[in-house]
Every structure is written in C-alpha cells, then in structure tokens.
C-alpha cells in the first residue's frame, strides 16, 4: 500500500514564475491538505481539500491555489513566485478525523 | 502562526540514555500528534494523543497530555543514533477543521 506520493522532489523557479506540485494520497484517503515549511520552522497550514472543495485556508495570500479531483489527488499552484516561497511543501491525506499522514514534500527554491 | 512551541530548541544525549521534549499550546484541543522528521525530508506520524487522556505509550515513546497547563511531553526511552531527528509537537484545535498547527521543533542528536 503505497503512503502520501507527492511530485517533483525538487525544484528550482525564478522570481514572478509559476509552480504546480502534485500529492497523491494515501490509498482510502480523501482529505487532502498542503503545507509550507520554511528552514528552521515548523509546518505551516496552506488549505486543505475534501471532496474537491477547499474547506480550510490558513494565512496565504490568493497567489497560493489548489485543486482535488475526483480521485482525490491534489496540486498546489503558486503564481507570481516569490524569494520567500523558497520551502519544502508538504501534503497530507487523511480519512476523517483520523491521522494525518505526510509526503516526503517537494522542495521549491525560487532564484 | 505557530501554535505551540518546544523545548528545548536542541538537545544532544548519549545513546542509550532518555530523551524528554516539551509542547506548549495556547488554544483547547481534539488531539495532540508528535512527527519525526530526518533531514528536512517528510514528517512521520509517531503518536497521537486525545484530550481526554493523560498518557500514551508507543514502543519506546512515551507521551504525555496536560490540558489545564496546555503541555505535552515526549519520551524517548533509551535512545539510538537512529532518533537524531528534528521531532514537532502538532495540535489538532477544537472546532479547527483538523488541519495541524505545528511547533517550532527540537532537534535531537544521539551521539555514539
């Protein structure tokens, strides 16, 4: 049974491009939520995705969007990229309220 | 914003000794989750520990909840090379939709 997949593992952007990274969840899993980790920090909460609707959204501006579909799989896009977005993203599936699982995340370095 | 925050910020220990980790958290919680994670790569899921209880055991992790002071605690019982890793305490808050506020993390380093 294959955990959290996410793709790619890194990746390298200039400043004002844009960015999409993939999850694939967990098998069973339906929720799917994505968060930035900055060097030196913890995680911090992007939005989350349930039934192919954003549900939750933390603190990031509308640069930050997604997507589920009906499979469940998920992307992150990031426009007009930043220096600052320079971070390891991580997803997350889950079914219900049950634990969190995490991907091995994708690291974007923004020049 | 970080909800909790650890301590300490670092820790080296000798293997075979224990190694204890502190949480602090501002808001009511559903849950509490301790991750591992090696090298700036993906969390791994250790522990989960529900409000309405005091303490967990997991192999050689031990947890522990206090909500009237929002603290929690890790144990890692006579600890291996294999444990240095950055570990992050997570809170899953009441009425917060279940996405995780994370800690700023402690960095353990077991030395042979």
């Known amino acids: 049974d294959a955990g959290v997949t996410q793709s790619p593992t890194h990746l390298i952007k200039t400043r004002g491009q844009q960015v999409t990274l993939r999850c694939s969840p967990k098998s069973g899993h339906d929720t799917v939520s994505w968060y930035q980790q900055a060097l030196g920090q913890g995680p911090q909460f992007i939005f989350q995705?349930?039934?192919?609707?954003?549900?939750q959204r933390g603190n990031f501006p509308d640069r930050f969007s997604g997507h589920q579909f009906p499979n469940y799989s998920s992307e992150l896009n990031v426009n007009a990229l930043l220096l600052g977005d320079s971070a390891l993203y991580l997803c997350?599936?889950?079914?219900?309220?049950?634990?969190?699982?995490f991907g091995p995340g994708t690291r974007l370095t923004v020049l | 914003s970080q909800q909790g925050e650890e301590d300490p910020q670092a820790l080296s220990i000798q293997e075979g000794e224990n190694a204890t980790m502190n949480c602090s958290y501002k808001t009511s919680i559903n849950n509490l989750q301790w991750y591992r994670q090696n090298s700036g790569r993906g969390l791994v899921h250790l522990i989960l520990?529900?409000?309405?209880?005091r303490e967990k055991h997991s192999g050689r992790l031990r947890v522990t909840l206090d909500t009237s002071k929002k603290s929690s605690s890790l144990l890692i019982t006579a600890s291996r090379a294999a444990d240095t890793a950055s570990y992050f305490c997570?809170?899953?808050?009441?009425?917060?939709?279940?996405?995780?506020?994370f800690g700023t993390g402690t960095q353990l380093k077991v030395e042979l």
């Open positions: 997350a599936s889950r079914w219900g309220a049950d634990t969190q699982y």
């Open positions: 995705y349930y039934e192919e609707e954003e549900r």
């Open positions: 997570a809170t899953d808050a009441a009425g917060g939709g279940n996405k995780l506020t």
């Open positions: 520990i529900r409000s309405n209880e």
